[in-house]
């Protein structure tokens, strides 16, 4: 019979919002070899997202930190210190996201999602993980919840307390099946990734509006229009600090450069936007639309690049004949392990190795994402795929 994750005893919730609190989460965290940390940030309320809530948890009691409220800074040293262990849950989001806010590279990391993988577990969200290992139940979810809004709800906190609270036990059972199975290296070798991540700085692509479908329908005048909506829109999210989608839907532009309207009664009609945004927004909508009709017309849209929005161009056919001796050597692998073929290697991995094409160890050492453990475990039979003829690979 499964637990319900509030049934937690008599074990201690602290929000920290003051001095002493922070004192006393300090002192817990410094006298604990090993303890388990989530977050919380306000992402998809907010143009610039950051982290709003950092929950703790110590073998005794579960921790809420409010970063509106208290410093991270003091933390930082305490989480970089290599000889605590910091349990937590898909953890590159947190990673990514305390380096980018605070500065902090984690000394010693366990995965629970990343081991769960290793393990090649049928189910690896944390749900799921927590009641086919523990029995434990989680039955709040305010995920999307605006984290950066003040007061936190009840409900809020009791999200944020579940989602840590139980990190510890998880991440013992599945150190424990680790050990058994002989893949503590492996698990050990993906933490230190997660740990080595590096975030991107944030840079909006004015060319963005190419990739929305209604770009490759509208006609030259249209796709100047729905540039300049693009344009207008992203720079009111930046004024309000709010995610672009929620400033104005792309339903709203690509109809609104479809229907080319001159007037706020125009505007009315448009869907995708509810009346109060139209009065609101219906001015700079307007201009907007203007200034894309006295636009040269912009090219016809083209694919783009997932990220950098260049032009996509196949890779030479000698690339690609490599990359699928590869992907072939990584699915027998991965079926043999029982894992995901993500496990083996990702894809911008593989795709790095066939475009460098190395010879041996030494110039596949040299292949971004080729680190020690993974060129030990399979740079021998990744040179082996190279060379065999592609029908005979896996």
Same mark, same amino acid.
Request: overall charge neutral.
């Given at each position: 019979?499964?637990?319900?994750?509030?049934?937690?005893?008599?074990?201690?919730?602290?929000?920290?919002?003051?001095?002493?609190?922070?004192?006393? *989460?300090? @002192?817990?965290?410094?006298?604990?070899?090993?303890?388990?940390?989530?977050?919380?940030?306000?992402?998809?309320? #907010?143009?610039?997202?950051?982290?709003?809530?950092?929950?703790?948890?110590?073998?005794?009691?579960?921790?809420?930190?409010?970063?509106?409220?208290?410093?991270?800074?003091?933390?930082?040293?305490?989480?970089?210190?290599?000889?605590? @262990?910091?349990?937590?849950?898909?953890?590159?989001?947190?990673?990514?996201?305390?380096?980018?806010?605070? &500065?902090?590279?984690?000394?010693?990391?366990?995965?629970?999602?990343?081991?769960?993988?290793?393990?090649? *577990?049928?189910?690896?969200?944390? /749900?799921?993980?927590?009641?086919? !290992?523990?029995?434990?139940?989680?039955?709040?979810?305010?995920?999307?919840?605006?984290?950066?809004?003040?007061?936190?709800?009840?409900?809020?906190?009791?999200?944020?307390?579940?989602?840590?609270?139980?990190?510890?036990?998880? &991440?013992?059972?599945?150190?424990?099946?680790?050990?058994?199975?002989?893949?503590?290296?492996?698990?050990?070798? !993906?933490?230190?990734?997660?740990?080595?991540?590096?975030?991107?700085?944030?840079? $909006?692509?004015? !060319?963005?509006?190419?990739?929305?479908?209604? #770009?490759?329908?509208?006609?030259?005048?249209?796709?100047?229009? *729905?540039?300049?909506?693009?344009? $207008?829109?992203?720079?009111?999210?930046?004024?309000?600090?709010?995610?672009?989608?929620?400033?104005?839907?792309?339903?709203?532009?690509?109809?609104?450069?479809?229907?080319?309207?001159? /007037? @706020?009664?125009?505007? #009315?009609?448009?869907?995708?936007?509810?009346?109060?945004?139209?009065?609101?927004? /219906?001015?700079?909508?307007?201009?907007?639309?203007?200034?894309?009709?006295?636009?040269?017309?912009?090219?016809? #849209?083209?694919?783009?690049?997932?990220?950098? /929005?260049?032009?996509?161009?196949?890779?030479?056919?000698?690339?690609?004949?490599?990359?699928?001796?590869?992907?072939?050597?990584?699915?027998?692998?991965?079926?043999?392990?029982?894992?995901?073929?993500?496990?083996?290697?990702?894809?911008?991995?593989?795709?790095?190795?066939?475009?460098?094409?190395?010879?041996?160890?030494?110039?596949?050492?040299?292949?971004?994402?080729?680190?020690?453990?993974?060129?030990?475990?399979?740079?021998?039979?990744?040179?082996?795929?190279?060379?065999?003829?592609? !029908?005979?690979?896996?």
């Amino acid at each position: 019979m499964s637990v319900d994750a509030r049934e937690h005893g008599a074990r201690p919730e602290h929000y920290v919002a003051d001095e002493a609190s922070f004192a006393r *989460l300090l @002192e817990a965290v410094a006298a604990a070899d090993r303890i388990a940390l989530d977050t919380e940030s306000n992402g998809f309320h #907010a143009y610039f997202e950051k982290v709003c809530l950092v929950q703790v948890a110590t073998a005794e009691a579960d921790w809420a930190l409010d970063l509106f409220a208290v410093p991270f800074a003091p933390l930082v040293p305490l989480l970089a210190d290599a000889r605590r @262990e910091v349990v937590l849950h898909a953890a590159e989001y947190d990673v990514l996201c305390l380096k980018r806010d605070h &500065g902090l590279t984690f000394g010693n990391i366990f995965d629970t999602h990343a081991a769960a993988k290793v393990l090649g *577990l049928p189910r690896v969200g944390l /749900g799921s993980l927590l009641e086919d !290992e523990l029995e434990v139940r989680l039955t709040a979810d305010e995920q999307r919840s605006d984290w950066g809004k003040r007061p936190l709800s009840a409900a809020q906190l009791e999200y944020a307390y579940a989602d840590v609270r139980w990190l510890l036990p998880l &991440g013992e059972k599945l150190g424990r099946i680790l050990a058994e199975r002989g893949r503590i290296a492996e698990a050990r070798a !993906e933490f230190a990734r997660l740990i080595a991540k590096q975030p991107r700085e944030r840079q $909006f692509d004015p !060319e963005g509006w190419q990739r929305m479908k209604a #770009a490759r329908t509208l006609d030259a005048r249209g796709r100047a229009v *729905l540039r300049a909506l693009y344009l $207008f829109r992203d720079q009111r999210a930046r004024e309000l600090d709010r995610p672009a989608f929620k400033v104005l839907g792309d339903l709203f532009l690509a109809e609104t450069a479809r229907r080319l309207p001159k /007037g @706020e009664s125009d505007l #009315a009609g448009v869907p995708g936007a509810s009346a109060h945004v139209v009065r609101k927004l /219906g001015p700079g909508v307007l201009e907007a639309v203007r200034e894309g009709m006295s636009a040269d017309p912009p090219a016809r #849209a083209r694919p783009q690049g997932r990220r950098e /929005g260049k032009p996509w161009a196949p890779p030479p056919p000698e690339v690609e004949e490599r990359y699928e001796r590869l992907r072939k050597w990584r699915k027998q692998r991965a079926g043999a392990r029982g894992v995901e073929v993500q496990v083996i290697a990702p894809n911008a991995v593989l795709m790095a190795v066939a475009q460098r094409a190395p010879g041996d160890l030494e110039t596949l050492a040299q292949v971004s994402g080729m680190d020690e453990f993974r060129l030990r475990q399979y740079g021998t039979e990744m040179l082996e795929a190279l060379r065999a003829p592609a !029908e005979t690979v896996g």
